[in-house]
């Protein structure tokens, strides 16, 4: 079983309709981190989140919400989607005491018409 | 703002050659890593390399991290098309321990 795992794995709206993406994670890990990917701009932060009571903004977090269920759930809502919000979101966990390292879900692929 | 510039974006080749791609910055990082991304999936971590000059081999993957600790490059020998994939570098000790990834490489190696 994935540790990282990301649902919906693809999802079509229309704008204006307002969508959650949802990560759940095994690991254990406390800190988790919701990105953007868009070709020929890399990976881009969007929220992340360092415990239950620790949510951050990153790079481009406007137009995007985030909760921290709990340790293992971090949901990416958009309030009102708008075309330009259309690319892959990843998910990723990450544990202090390992470094650095990001473990990554397999992705939500979204397009907004 | 901390920024990695990957080059070559592009990469295609064939079966047997060898490449490098580079990752390069104007800041210094405390750590860089190479993530590896295939079709349909999360980037998945090859590498960390951690100090000034260190090199890392992973098969035939040779890591290199630059001795001011703002430039790495990763070099691949007698490539496979299993190794196709895109290619990240990631920079780290930033704030808050935030990663800053480069826009990646996509590399296809033809049979």
């Known amino acids: 079983d994935a540790d990282v795992t990301q649902t919906p794995r693809n999802r079509i709206t229309k704008t204006g309709k307002r969508i959650m993406l949802e990560c759940s994670q095994t690991k254990g890990h406390d800190r988790m981190y919701w990105y953007r990917q868009d070709p020929g701009l890399g990976l881009r932060l969007i929220y992340y989140s360092f415990d239950v009571k620790d949510i951050n903004k990153g790079e481009i977090s406007d137009g995007y919400s985030v909760s921290r269920q709990a340790q293992a759930k971090f949901s990416l809502s958009l309030e009102s989607a708008i075309p330009n919000q259309t690319a892959l979101y990843f998910c990723?966990?990450?544990?202090?005491?390992?470094?650095?390292?990001?473990?990554f879900g397999p992705g939500t692929r979204l397009l907004v018409l | 703002t901390q920024l990695l510039e990957q080059s070559p974006q592009f990469l295609s080749i064939q079966e047997g050659e060898n490449l490098t791609v580079y990752c390069n910055s104007s800041?210094?990082?405390?750590?860089l890593q190479w993530y590896r991304q295939e079709p349909g999936e999360g980037p998945v971590l090859l590498v960390t390399?951690?100090?000034?000059?260190e090199v890392k081999k992973l098969k035939r993957l040779t890591f290199q991290f630059g001795d001011a600790r703002k430039d790495s490059s990763l070099h691949i020998t007698a490539a496979q098309p299993g190794d196709t994939g895109l290619y990240l570098c990631a920079g780290g000790g930033g704030s808050n321990y935030k990663l800053t990834f480069g826009k990646g490489t996509l590399l296809t190696v033809n049979p």
């Open positions: 800041s210094v990082f405390s750590s």
């Open positions: 390399v951690v100090t000034g000059g």
């Open positions: 990723a966990t990450s544990d202090p005491w390992q470094g650095e390292t990001q473990y």
